[in-house]
């Protein structure tokens, strides 16, 4: 049950049927498992309390389901053609150089056959230059220390998300 002091934004996702919620929650996050996980908790009273879902659910994720998360994020300078969202919070890459456009594709293919996915990073409000340092700073990682930072990546990246999701019209 929602209050009256509960958001009209996320009223209205508390309010979404079953596959509407489902649809809106696996456009924040391709996992599968996350998005029931949220799914399952409504109703939310405050933002704040979908925010901590969404912590609590990025936790429990196993390793098949953080990949399943990453299927959904395009490589750091290629968002998908038409996908409004990935180009907005890649819009670092928008102004960059063809040589850093280059470089990151080289290091992206490097950190991809490394460790078997996309470099996942939260790239909202960050450079070119500063994507590219992380993912040359990070591809010395281990396989295990790197999942931990990626689920970081990740809920950091959900969270951003889901305020849109839930902001005013």
């Known amino acids: 049950m929602t209050s009256n002091s509960t958001p009209p934004g996320l009223t209205r996702f508390n309010e979404l049927g079953e596959s509407a919620g489902l649809a809106a929650l696996r456009e924040v996050c391709a996992s ?3 998005a029931a996980r949220l ?3 409504r109703p939310y009273a405050t933002p704040d309390e979908l925010y901590a879902a969404n ?3 990025m936790a429990a994720l196993t390793a098949a389901d ?3 998360a990453m299927a959904g994020h395009p490589p750091i300078g290629r ?3 038409g ?4 180009s907005r919070e890649q819009r670092g890459m928008a102004g ?3 040589e850093l456009r280059a470089e990151m594709l080289e290091l992206n293919l490097a950190y991809q056959e490394k460790f078997g996915h996309v470099f996942l990073i939260c790239a909202t409000g960050r450079t070119g230059e500063q994507m590219r340092d992380a993912v040359r700073e990070r591809i010395g990682n281990t396989p295990e220390r790197e999942r931990e930072i990626v689920r970081t990546e990740l809920g ?3 969270r951003i998300r889901l305020a849109r999701l839930v902001a005013e019209d």
């Open 55 to 57: 912590d609590t659910a």
């Open 79 to 81: 968002p998908r053609p």
């Open 66 to 68: 953080l990949e399943e």
């Open 32 to 34: 599968t498992v996350w």
């Open 96 to 98: 960059a150089s063809e």
């Open 83 to 86: 996908d409004p969202t990935s």
């Open 156 to 158: 950091k990246i959900n």
């Open 39 to 41: 799914l399952r908790a």
